[in-house]
């Protein structure tokens, strides 16, 4: 079909006022993603309450007893995991709640202390990062359980009596034979009779020294407990200062500055026994940096 002259420039004409108008006419708006809400859509979050974390809390310390035959140490190992990252978070507040700390107080701290004696070394070492962990979040709470867990651990990382001439222990270190080496043994009675009942006073209780790579795991969470800058402080007034108590603070140094010394180890000194005397040392000149810290008030 021809096209006059005429009609190509009023169609041209026609073609640009359409794209005129395209361009004039407002751009679409654009739609929002369909995953969002507005404000005013969203659904306030549920908060749990207090009872459905101490009953949590409860049936994960309940899993740590190491005496229910029903739970395997794999199942402790991810219990010990859970609570140890709850201490981490929340551990400053559960003094807040009785009922919470009640929890951690006594059985939790008796079942802790209990996986601290495992053989098993991934069970001992979980166990013993959760007990670090509750008191460095905790400490003000576990007056009486840091005592006893600090005792138990200068007791364990004592090394055994050693032999006079004759080959027999010595009399004051109240060793006597058990026929099972683990178990722990009662010493000598002494001697000495209470001046009303004349009933006599035991010593104390003598478990097994830790060895090999045990030794090195409870050094090393003795060590992590130790770095608080106020904790030699801590220990002398809360333990020396109270007739009550066992005077933490000269036992703790006393087995630091023997710790240091090669004539510690009978034996000869090895690769971890080289480790531990490190050890010792490094916590000795801590705690005389954060004394001479604390004496120029810095």
């Known amino acids: 079909m021809s096209v006059s002259a005429t009609q190509i420039p009023s169609e041209i004409g026609e073609e640009d006022r359409h794209e005129a108008a395209v361009d004039a006419s407002p751009a679409p708006e654009e739609e929002?993603?369909?995953?969002?809400?507005?404000?005013?859509?969203?659904?306030?979050?549920?908060?749990?309450?207090?009872?459905?974390?101490?009953?949590?809390?409860?049936?994960?310390?309940?899993?740590?007893?190491?005496?229910?035959?029903?739970?395997?140490?794999?199942?402790?190992?991810?219990?010990?995991g859970i609570l140890n990252s709850a201490l981490e978070e929340a551990g400053p507040r559960i003094g807040d709640f009785p009922s919470l700390k009640a929890l951690i107080l006594d059985?939790?701290?008796?079942?802790?202390?209990?996986?601290?004696?495992?053989?098993?070394?991934?069970?001992?070492?979980?166990?013993?990062?959760?007990?670090?962990?509750?008191?460095?979040?905790?400490?003000?709470?576990?007056?009486?359980?840091?005592?006893?867990?600090?005792?138990f651990t200068i007791d364990r990382l004592a090394p055994p009596p050693i032999a006079n001439a004759k080959g027999v222990l010595s009399k004051k270190a109240g060793v006597t034979d058990s026929p099972q080496p683990g178990t722990p043994t009662l010493g000598p009675i002494e001697s000495e009779k209470d001046g009303e009942n004349g009933s006599a006073t035991p010593t104390r209780i003598l478990v097994a020294p830790a060895r090999g790579e045990?030794?090195?795991?409870?050094?090393?969470?003795?060590?992590?407990?130790?770095?608080?800058?106020?904790?030699?402080?801590?220990?002398?007034?809360?333990?020396?200062?109270?007739?009550?108590?066992?005077?933490l603070f000269d036992r703790l140094i006393d087995f630091l500055t023997k710790s240091v010394y090669p004539a510690h180890y009978p034996a000869g000194l090895d690769a971890q026994q080289r480790n531990a005397q490190y050890l010792c040392l490094d916590l000795l000149l801590a705690f005389v940096n954060d004394m001479a810290k604390r004496a120029e008030g810095v």
């Open 214 to 247: 045990t030794r090195n795991l409870v050094l090393e969470t003795l060590s992590q407990i130790s770095r608080h800058p106020s904790f030699m402080v801590d220990l002398y007034t809360n333990y020396g200062c109270d007739i009550n108590c066992e005077n």
């Open 107 to 151: 059985p939790a701290c008796k079942y802790l202390f209990q996986l601290a004696r495992s053989e098993n070394l991934t069970v001992l070492h979980a166990a013993l990062r959760a007990i670090s962990t509750m008191f460095d979040t905790m400490h003000e709470h576990l007056k009486l359980q840091q005592e006893l867990f600090l005792a």
């Open 32 to 80: 929002e993603p369909k995953g969002t809400q507005s404000p005013s859509s969203v659904v306030p979050r549920t908060q749990f309450s207090l009872p459905s974390i101490l009953e949590l809390l409860r049936v994960l310390v309940n899993v740590l007893d190491p005496n229910d035959q029903q739970h395997t140490d794999s199942t402790r190992l991810v219990v010990l």
